[in-house]
């Protein structure tokens, strides 16, 4: 083989080996990214869920798309500042007041709270079976039940078109796992320790309520009943 020849076939198994050089390192850093999204955390994604990980889930940082409008962030509803959280509680409580449903838009906002995953409740301060009747009245009259009414009406009715159902109560449940953040930790080890996927559904809404019962929680309630 001329020494020309040899020099081709050097130079080609060169570009092979630094092409999949290259691909192995796309792989790292696309795995890299995905972990860096989902913050380490066990089913829990988003943009606005900010820190979390299997044992810490409550969510940081300004919401996207409604929370600049809104002025509000999660970081405001924290035991340490409770006249900020009372007030953030009523910004969302007021849209429930303020805002009204009617036809498709009603007949979401009845699925979204009363029958996926069997609605959402206050729970932790009242016994209600969801935080609004099957006919779409409210069946709570605590702050948290008004603000979690408000922000549904919210993003149904102004940001409709950006949000499933599903992911509208899942949004929800971020601001429920905010008002009762012990239990809700103590949930997420619960669910862990079944190999139940911790997702802001799986902790908030019906789907499994009460499983935490008998392991023992810390019982803080941010805002009032």
């Known amino acids: 083989?001329?020494?020309?020849?040899?020099?081709?076939?050097?130079?080609?198994?060169?570009?092979?080996?630094?092409?999949?050089?290259?691909?192995?390192?796309?792989?790292?850093?696309?795995?890299?990214?995905?972990?860096?999204?989902?913050?380490?955390?066990?089913?829990?994604?988003?943009?606005?869920?900010?820190?979390?990980s299997a044992l810490k889930i409550i969510p940081t940082g300004v919401p996207s798309v409604y929370g600049a409008e809104l002025k509000i962030s999660f970081d405001d509803i924290s035991e340490a500042t409770p006249q900020k959280a009372d007030a953030t509680i009523?910004?969302?409580?007021?849209?429930?007041?303020?805002?009204?449903?009617?036809?498709?838009?009603?007949?979401?906002?009845?699925?979204?709270?009363?029958?996926?995953?069997?609605?959402i409740s206050c729970e932790y301060c009242c016994g209600a079976r969801a935080v609004i009747f099957e006919n779409g009245d409210p069946a709570c009259g605590c702050a948290h039940s008004y603000a979690m009414r408000g922000l549904t009406k919210y993003l149904i009715k102004f940001h409709g078109d950006k949000y499933t159902d599903e992911e509208i109560l899942e949004e929800i449940g971020k601001w429920k796992v905010l008002f009762f953040p012990g239990i809700h930790e103590t949930k997420a080890q619960v669910l862990q320790s079944q190999g139940i996927e911790i997702n802001y559904i799986n902790l908030a809404s019906n789907k499994y309520r009460g499983i935490e019962q008998g392991a023992g929680s810390g019982g803080e309630m941010v805002g009032g009943c």
Do not use: W
């Open 90 to 119: 009523s910004v969302l409580g007021n849209i429930d007041i303020s805002e009204t449903l009617e036809g498709a838009e009603l007949e979401r906002y009845i699925n979204i709270l009363y029958v996926l995953e069997n609605g």
């Open 1 to 52: 083989m001329s020494e020309q020849m040899q020099k081709k076939k050097s130079d080609a198994s060169f570009y092979i080996l630094m092409a999949v050089v290259i691909v192995l390192v796309g792989i790292l850093m696309y795995s890299l990214g995905k972990s860096s999204v989902t913050g380490g955390a066990i089913g829990i994604t988003g943009s606005s869920i900010g820190t979390a």
